[in-house]
């Protein structure tokens, strides 16, 4: 049974927020939480980039993003410390760069399923088509890999898709809906034991890169989107 979903305040983070990202993100990723010291550098260095969901006053989502270069047709691996600094930001952000990488996305458990996630990624959505950036990029989790690495290898693992054509890993099924493709496997992303440390980018290009009035398409991505966009977290 689908939950109710729900419309959130998004907002620019603020330092006065760092105390609520951190218990968010200490209830949802109770292995690998982030740090209080990650969240402060990041407002410090790119606070158009960190984006809360707030309802009834509460923190319920968060994301992390920075701006970087990438090699979309010859990438080249990395690691989570690397692209993110450590969680840091300070030396992996580039200003001029021009991919968008989401470094941190959480929903909290209550409210997963009500379309928080969703409205979150559209705000990031608007901001790479206001900011004119290339594309976005996503260190996407394989979850369920552990299930199937006795079965293959994850190259054939991350094709790998249902009778309706769905990917079988919960969270690429995710960002799948939201317009992302696998394009890069990344070993020993992160400490992540359910996905065997793997990560995989996702992508999604930017359709109206280099358009005029991009501010008016990015207000109608971020703020009108929800409503007509289904709905995935």
């Known amino acids: 049974m689908s939950k109710e979903r729900i419309k959130v ?27 209080k010291d990650m969240f402060m550098s990041r407002i410090m260095t790119f606070p158009e980039g960190q984006i809360v969901a707030v309802y009834n006053g509460k923190v ?11 090699d979309i047709h010859n990438p080249h691996t990395f690691t989570w410390d690397e692209v993110s600094d450590k969680g840091m930001i300070k030396k ?3 200003y001029s760069g021009q991919f968008m990488y989401g470094i941190a996305m959480t929903v909290s458990n209550e409210f997963q399923g ?18 004119n950036r290339r594309g976005s990029l996503i260190g996407s989790r394989v979850p369920s890999f552990h299930k199937y690495s006795d079965k ?3 190259e054939d693992y991350v094709k ?5 054509g769905m990917f079988v ?5 995710l960002w799948s809906k939201d317009g992302f493709y696998p394009v890069l496997i990344l070993p020993n992303y992160c400490n992540d034991p359910d996905s065997l440390n ?12 280099g358009w005029p009035g991009r501010s008016i398409i990015a207000y109608f991505l971020s703020e009108i989107g929800p409503k007509v966009i289904r709905s995935n977290f």
């Open 9 to 35: 305040i998004r907002r620019q983070a603020r330092l006065s927020d760092v105390d609520a990202i951190f218990k968010l993100d200490q209830e949802v990723w109770t292995e690998f939480p982030g740090t």
């Open 92 to 94: 992996s952000h580039s």
């Open 114 to 131: 009500c379309g928080v996630g969703t409205q979150l990624v559209l705000s990031g959505w608007g901001m790479m088509v206001g900011f």
């Open 160 to 164: 790998l898709k249902d009778e309706k």
């Open 60 to 70: 319920i989502g968060y994301l992390g993003l920075e701006f970087l270069e990438f």
């Open 152 to 154: 293959m290898s994850i």
């Open 169 to 173: 890993d919960p969270e690429l099924r």
């Open 198 to 209: 793997y990560g995989v980018v996702v992508y999604r290009a930017n359709p109206f890169y």
